[in-house]
């Protein structure tokens, strides 16, 4: 009995062992430097990892003995979003140098997620290149910078010249109010059933899509918003939310845009860039300045005929009312983790990823809007295609979203709201109701303002 | 040097420690964490992240009065009732029966073709069902062959059809727990029953079923508490939508953890996961306990 008793905890023992030899991190190992680099990447967003893959080699040649782990994350933005928020929650995961989201920056700079970078920008002489306006959307309450931007966008109008030609309608186009394009589309489709006129994306499938790429557009047309910046407060029971959950309806109830079934597809906008503008069988829809680089060379919908067939135009307000366009911009930021080991040698990488050479290269293969001075001049960034300088243009009448961290999910009430009006389900004043109530629930009534 | 009859007894248990703390490590461990976190504010993100306060019941009043609650509760049960209890459990269990009076060659090869399903991976075979109900699928491809009307499944039914799919993925336990049953049912009764002149379906109802009786329990146990964690199947087919008409607890339970970061929330709505879970269980405890009518 004593022997057998002896076996089982010899087997314990070694057990034991052989556990312990599995915990990661033996001291020796954290000596040699290495670099956490976090980043999306997809199969039709390959941009940023050709730019860290460059980065990476460029650095590790100036650095000698340090490594830079590149670690892409494959998903769409709110499942990187995700993964990256869980990573940040734990040392032993967060990154030292990750892709973030502009609209994430401040609600991270409260988690404690990020290093504050002001000491080092002043060390830095490209800082001075950069606009003001991009500059902003790295900075928090405090007043400090924390994230570096990569590049921006805009929203307008995308049309295929073909179809809005086949329906009688000259070229360039450009609706001056809702109405417009409201007659625009109906002409389309009275010309031909089989063609989509013009959609707008809508729903919770598409997430900050159907917001960014669409009611946003309507909302901030009307002249009202979401967010009142001198009050710091939310938005409800305007007249302009009505009005916006209105128009949509009125394009999905006269099958002006997609079926709801397929708006509710996540995958709708592959279908877009992808299958009916090359194929002719969509006439307009609201999408970002980068759709050029789904068509471009190497781009994931290649298109040789793009620049030919495509036009861009500002999206109206609602009556043409000043300053008679509307954009929502966005745009990405690298960030430093505020755990990390050598913040130093992470912002020097920050700074090699976004020197001239790579933000160049980087911007023009994602279509970004540049937001380097010495970018912006370039002529390789200006020529990259036709439609460079009109969505720069829009950079005089863009909005930005309001990035606290109650954002995300009064954004998912704006969704669910369109979700509701165009499958049916609610009619817009009872949806623009539903959403006030939702708002007054998630930030609470004193935090509210009617307007 | 003798061992006391105590240390004996101790040692007893020794073999079954790492099991125990494993369990205690990888079950209760995170059951436990969940609690904990669904009385905080905890969020992924925001000042909520980095200090966490404790909210005691709030989340879970919360919960009360949210409108998505009752109806994702309701889901719930819908889908552990349909396709598991009824869908999976019945189909299995005439699968089994059937197998047995069949050929070889097609017991063996119904056998093979719902084995299938059931090895695939959870998501691959999501994916499988997300590309037979859409659109443009197999289904209405099938449908519109046979000139009939064709529908957006995911779309205009979404419930259907992950119940559907679940019961295609998972009938193959349910047949695999009953035949192994069927077959410890001794031939000697059965034949007995068949000399007093008892039917097919008289054999089937009062004689098998309730010798297979422990089965049934165990595989209506296991089964509920396996479809009441389904998240990847309906994730990748709907995703909850269209308007919350698929979000079962476990998606709610994600949406709210992760997608609004909000994981105080997020863990309540597990926990309620949890606590429906432990019902269902000792509830098929019971029936195993409870002597024969």
Known sequence: MRRRALKTMSLIASALVALTACTPGSPAAEESRTLKVVYQKTDSFTALDTMFQAAKQEFEAANQGVTVELQPIQGNDDDYGTKL????????????????DTFKVRSDVDAGYVLKLDTHLDGWADWDTFNDAAKAAGKA????????PLGTDTRAIWYNKKVLAAAGISDPWQPRSWQDILDAARKIKANDPSVIPFNMYAGKGTGEGTVMQGFYELLYGTGSSLYDEESKKWVVGSAGFTDSLAFLKTLYDEKLAVSPAEALDANVWKKVFGEWFPNGKLGATVEGSYAPSFWQEGGSYEWPGYEQDMGVAPFPTRDGQAPGAVSMSGGWTLAVGAGTKEPDLAFKFLTTALNEKNSLAFTVESSQIAVRSDVAADSSYQDANPFVKDVSDLVSVTRYRPATSDYPRISAAVQEATEAVITGSRTPEQAAADYDAAVTDIVGGDKTVRK | MPVSHRTRQSLRYLPVL??????????????????????????????SARNPEWVGLENYQRLLADPAFPLSLALTVLFVGG????????????????????????????????????VLPEIVAAFAAYAYFSRDGTLNQLMGGLGLAQADWLYAYPMVAIMLANVWRGTAFS???????????????????????????????????PMIRGSIATNLMLITLQTLAVFTLIWVMTAGGPANASTTLPVLAYQEAFKFGDIGYGTAVASVLIIIGGVFGAAYIRLLREPRP
Do not use: H, K
Request: no cysteine; charged share 15%; aromatic share 8%.
């Open chain 1, 141 to 148: 309450d405090d007043g400090g910078t924390y994230a570096v």
């Open chain 2, 18 to 47: 790492p099991a125990i703390l494993l369990l205690l490590v990888f079950l209760a461990g995170p059951v436990l964490w969940a609690f904990q976190a669904s009385l905080t504010n905890a969020g992924l993100t925001g000042r």
């Open chain 2, 83 to 118: 396709s598991a209890v009824l869908g999976q459990n019945l189909l299995g269990l005439a699968i089994a029966v059937l197998m047995r009076r069949a050929r070889p060659a097609v017991s063996s090869l119904v056998g093979t073709a719902v084995v299938a399903a059931w």
């Open chain 2, 175 to 209: 047949m695999l727990v009953y035949r192994a049953a069927l077959n410890d049912v001794p031939a000697e009764v059965t034949e007995a029953a068949q000399m007093d002149g008892a039917r097919g379906w008289q054999r089937l109802v009062f004689i098998t079923l």
């Open chain 1, 85 to 100: 928020a869980l990573a940040l929650r734990s040392p032993s995961t967060a990154p030292d140098v990750f892709y973030e």
